[in-house]
């Protein structure tokens, strides 16, 4: 059994909820590989039959749009309830080549459980398509890809299709009529969850990514409770609220709203470095696949496809690297706002926008490394995440935001700037109340009208706040006594001082509680 600090530890982290195995055996990828392929092939016959129908048979393609009509049309069942409907279909459908082929691969690969799963899930995307279509958006219907240039997949199992025998560490899958044994680590999952696999494990799915194979188990999540009860038990505590502010140097800056608990920054450098090292790397490979490729002017040259392959690892890697790195830091940002009894969290989701917008102003070096690092994941995760911590997330608008001082009216001030831009005229610092000092400082005037040099990344977090629906009263930050939250912020450098950082925290409100 676990220590009770530990299991707490591994506790606090419900929202992802899951357990992955890399498999690594390679008789066990390729066999795997080949039957996730086979039903990609199928998703890919039931886009193509889709898209068909949508254009010339519409009255078939209403009929189909249903999973278990779909599901029943490719097994040959009957159809239940629907029975006139798939009659019909298949009838209309009797002499098309694509049902021919579909037919073939269910009987020779398939079964009916995992093709229901499947057609689920490709409902769901031609249904999405119609809707942004409805809406006046532009949306391409879903397109079968080459099986070969396939690089993400994933499979959800039913429960009748998978075995487990953790004593001798199998795994048994039933993908079409026949039972496969297959080598999994049961040691290699976390004790918390072997030992309470049963009241534990909800569902299990097989995800293939640039050749590798991953088994994950989704978790139940029974023993969370959610936060809305958590409210009509305990009683509404009293707000408090923290704001988030994003950049390239320093990660995150993060503000709490109150007297005691310091401003925090995490430095970008060692990410930077990371994603610098992947960017070389990824080119470096590019460039020596083009060279090769005028030479030989064939891509399916053995040096050529294990380059390409070499290329697609590469981009893994960084994923990995990148989804690891936020999913911990969004858990340790949580943490360190709960143990600070923060009910709100203010962020900005202008970062994951301005990516797609192209409206972003800098240079090109700046500009690689913001398009590089993938902030909308963090953000993500954090909103996620945050309704486990009893915390909510809420999303703000961060225009001007770093240019002006955080104890002006900044709702004012955007009018302000709005009316003079619109007028053409000239928007001197005096209406933003203060500006910039290099990278690092905001000071609220020049000369001797200068009384103040902040931390500018906490001065923009404290307005993320302000531009809020719930603003904040900023008069106590003047005071010397609480300056230190606007000029000292706590420097974190790395994850594992964050982590020090949060433990340390818990040690110290724990002993609190007990001396009092």
């Known amino acids: 059994m676990l220590s009770q600090t530990k299991k707490t530890a591994k506790e606090r982290d419900p929202i992802l909820g899951m357990e992955k195995f890399h498999c690594r055996d390679r008789k066990d990828v390729r066999d795997v590989t080949y039957h996730l392929k086979s039903y990609a092939h199928c998703a890919n016959m039931i886009y193509i039959l889709m898209n068909e129908l949508n254009e010339k048979q519409n009255d078939v393609f209403k009929k189909l749009k249903n999973a278990r009509n779909l599901r029943a049309l490719i097994a040959g069942q009957a159809g239940g309830e629907n029975k006139d409907d798939i009659t019909y279909c298949r009838k209309v459908l009797k002499d098309h080549k694509i049902y021919q082929e579909l037919r073939e691969l269910y009987k020779k690969e398939l079964n009916e459980k995992l093709v229901y799963n499947?057609?689920?899930d490709c409902v769901k995307n031609i249904k999405n398509t119609l809707t942004l279509r409805t809406n006046g958006q532009k949306a391409s219907f879903p397109k079968a890809k080459k099986l070969h240039k396939i690089n993400n997949f994933s499979l959800h199992f039913d429960e009748s299709?998978?075995?487990?025998?953790?004593?001798?560490?199998?795994?048994?899958?039933?993908?079409?009529?026949?039972?496969?044994?297959f080598y999994l680590n049961y040691n290699t999952l976390s004790k918390h969850f072997l030992n309470n696999f049963e009241t534990s494990y909800q569902s299990f799915k097989?995800?293939?990514?640039?050749?590798?194979?991953?088994?994950?188990?989704?978790?139940?999540?029974?023993n969370i409770i959610p936060f809305s009860q958590f409210k009509k038990k305990v009683g509404?505590?009293?707000?408090?609220?923290?704001?988030?502010?994003?950049?390239?140097?320093?990660?995150?800056?993060l503000f709490v709203n109150d007297e005691t608990t310091p401003s925090l920054?995490?430095?970008?450098?060692?990410?930077?470095?990371?994603?610098?090292?992947y960017a070389y790397r990824t080119a470096k490979l590019q460039q020596v696949m083009n060279l090769h490729y005028n030479h030989h002017k064939d891509k399916q040259h053995h040096e050529y496809r294990h380059l390409k392959k070499r290329h697609n690892n590469a981009f893994y890697y960084r994923n990995t690297y990148f989804t690891d790195l936020f999913h911990k830091m969004s858990i340790e940002i949580l943490t360190y706002c709960k143990n600070n009894d923060v009910t709100r969290l203010v962020v900005s989701n202008n970062l994951a926008f301005a990516k797609t917008d192209g409206t972003i102003k800098l240079v090109k070096r700046q500009k690689q490394l913001f398009y590089q690092i993938p902030f909308g994941k963090l953000l993500h995760m954090l909103e996620e995440k945050g309704k486990y911590y009893g915390i909510t997330v809420d999303n703000v608008d961060e225009a001007y935001t770093s240019k002006t001082f955080f104890n002006k009216n900044i709702k004012q001030v955007i009018?302000?700037?709005?009316?003079r831009k619109a007028n053409n005229e000239k928007i001197p610092s005096t209406v933003f109340g203060g500006t910039r000092d290099g990278d690092n400082f905001y000071v609220n005037g020049k000369g001797k009208h200068n009384t103040m040099k902040i931390h500018a990344d906490i001065?923009?977090?404290?307005?993320?706040?302000?531009?809020?629906?719930?603003?904040?009263?900023?008069?106590?930050?003047l005071k010397e006594k609480y300056r230190?939250?606007?000029?000292q912020p706590i420097v974190v450098k790395s994850l594992r001082e964050f982590e020090g950082l949060n433990k340390y925290s818990r040690l110290f409100l724990k002993d609190g509680v007990e001396a009092a």
């Open 484 to 487: 230190f939250k606007l000029t």
């Open 118 to 120: 499947i057609a689920v």
């Open 459 to 477: 001065n923009g977090a404290i307005n993320h706040i302000q531009v809020s629906k719930k603003p904040i009263k900023t008069d106590y930050l």
């Open 236 to 253: 509404r505590p009293k707000e408090k609220t923290a704001a988030l502010d994003l950049g390239l140097k320093r990660l995150f800056t």
């Open 265 to 277: 920054t995490y430095e970008n450098k060692d990410i930077i470095n990371k994603n610098c090292h």
């Open 415 to 419: 009018q302000e700037v709005e009316t």
């Open 161 to 181: 299709k998978v075995k487990f025998d953790i004593k001798n560490n199998i795994i048994k899958l039933c993908f079409g009529r026949t039972w496969q044994y």
């Open 206 to 222: 097989i995800v293939y990514h640039l050749g590798h194979i991953e088994f994950v188990f989704h978790k139940k999540q029974n």
